[in-house]
């Protein structure tokens, strides 16, 4: 009996193999088995959190657009747009868990946003993620290829929503996803690829269940390093997409479309009153496809909407307004040095002039701001008795002449 009582009781290890041998009443357990009986508790307390649903924030329409009117500046149309197709998403999502069996099914709707690079596009998605307390990622479709090829496969873009959400399923699959650079993966021209075309076509058709809603076998590492790594089911029924692209060259498109009613004798004079500096708000799903989006993705995407050219008076207000503007971000900077930062309006349009010249959109603003701004955030915390700092626009025009965005020729 002796012998017995200095073996562990679940392995069987003697007592002189094991560095801890617990006794309890009619048993012995040793480290080893108690570090594999530690880590199938947490798997299981894992397993069960990921069964609980989290809540999250519905908010009206209304609602939504003034939330995002504090963050970003313009863009109406869009904000109203993404607005709707947000509510009525969670609101189906809700609806569906009280849905009788011969109820309506309401099908869900994702997005694809147009616009010139830096009007807002990633900015709208990550607001309104932020806003209604779901997990959010951002993918970029330019590294997808088609499965079997060098590159990413499109459930990493799951993955990422998986790492955000920190692997809470039921929070994962009611998140929203940000594509970007939709763009970059339409075939060349509106005719079916006659060669393998994995980084365009290929990731559009891989790209169709998963939008559409249907379980999606996730590598929980993302790619194809750990092959014998167990896969994760993904539901995307209840997953928004949003997918932005600034799709260069299809307001040639829309332009030859809306043209075609000019020709011939039943020219009708209304057509003639086309907006040419706004020419993206006639865009629609036939624009999407004649740029080399296939058939089935389009409808996959049902929703169509536009963000605006980012002119003079729309960048001056990105400057100031927001609540994470960029000039109260660098006032807080410097603030924190007990340094109280202010700008003359002269200063605020030479900057806007000057990323409206370079073609910058709202990026761009920060690029000059850091550029100007570099030598006193280089030189000011370490002089002692500098208490404010006046920008005027002959500071910024000095201070401009030295970055390198001076030499720039603008084509």
Request: contains cysteine.
């Amino acid at each position: 009996m002796a012998k017995t009582a200095d073996k562990c009781s679940f392995c069987g290890r003697e007592k002189r193999e094991t560095k801890i041998l617990i006794a309890g009443l009619n048993a012995h357990i040793c480290e080893s088995c108690i570090e594999q009986a530690q880590a199938i508790l947490q798997e299981e307390l894992s397993s069960e959190k990921q069964k609980e649903i989290p809540d999250f924030n519905i908010m009206k329409p209304v609602e939504i657009k003034k939330h995002l009117d504090q963050f970003v500046i313009g863009q109406d149309e869009a904000k109203r747009v993404i607005a709707v197709a947000v509510y009525n998403h969670y609101k189906r999502i809700n609806h569906a868990k009280d849905v009788a069996a011969d109820d309506v099914d309401i099908e869900k709707s994702n997005i694809v946003v147009v616009g010139e690079t830096g009007t807002g596009k990633t900015l709208l998605a990550r607001t309104i993620a932020r806003m209604l307390n779901v997990p959010f990622c951002i993918a970029d479709a330019t590294a997808l290829t088609e499965a079997g090829y060098v590159g990413e496969d499109v459930e990493s873009i799951l993955s990422r929503l998986l790492q955000v959400a920190d692997y809470n399923i039921a929070a994962a699959e009611r998140g929203i996803i940000f594509i970007d650079e939709i763009d970059k993966i339409a075939r060349k021209g509106d005719n079916p690829s006659i060669t393998r075309d994995v980084s365009g076509e290929g990731v559009q058709q891989a790209l169709l269940k998963m939008l559409e809603g249907s379980i999606v076998n996730v590598p929980p590492q993302g790619g194809r390093k750990h092959p014998e790594q167990k896969m994760i089911q993904v539901n995307t029924q209840n997953i928004l997409f949003i997918t932005g692209g600034a799709f260069d060259g299809i307001d040639k498109k829309i332009a030859n479309r809306l043209q075609t009613n000019k020709i011939g004798y039943k020219n009708d004079r209304k057509h003639e009153t086309v907006d040419k500096d706004n020419i993206l708000q006639y865009i629609t799903p036939v624009d999407l496809k004649a740029f080399g989006l296939i058939p089935e993705l389009v409808g996959r995407l049902p929703i169509v909407t536009f963000m605006h050219t980012l002119d003079k008076k729309t960048l001056r207000r990105i400057l100031t307004e927001p609540k994470n503007s960029l000039i109260r971000q660098y006032t807080k900077l410097f603030e924190i040095d007990n340094i109280k930062l202010t700008f003359e309006d002269d200063a605020l349009d030479f900057i806007v002039d000057k990323s409206i010249e370079f073609k910058l959109g709202a990026r761009g603003l920060r690029s000059i701001l850091e550029g100007i701004m570099i030598d006193a955030m280089f030189e000011l915390p370490s002089k002692s008795g500098v208490k404010a700092l006046n920008v005027t626009a002959g500071f910024v025009e000095e201070k401009f002449r030295k970055t390198s965005m001076a030499h720039l020729r603008v084509a």
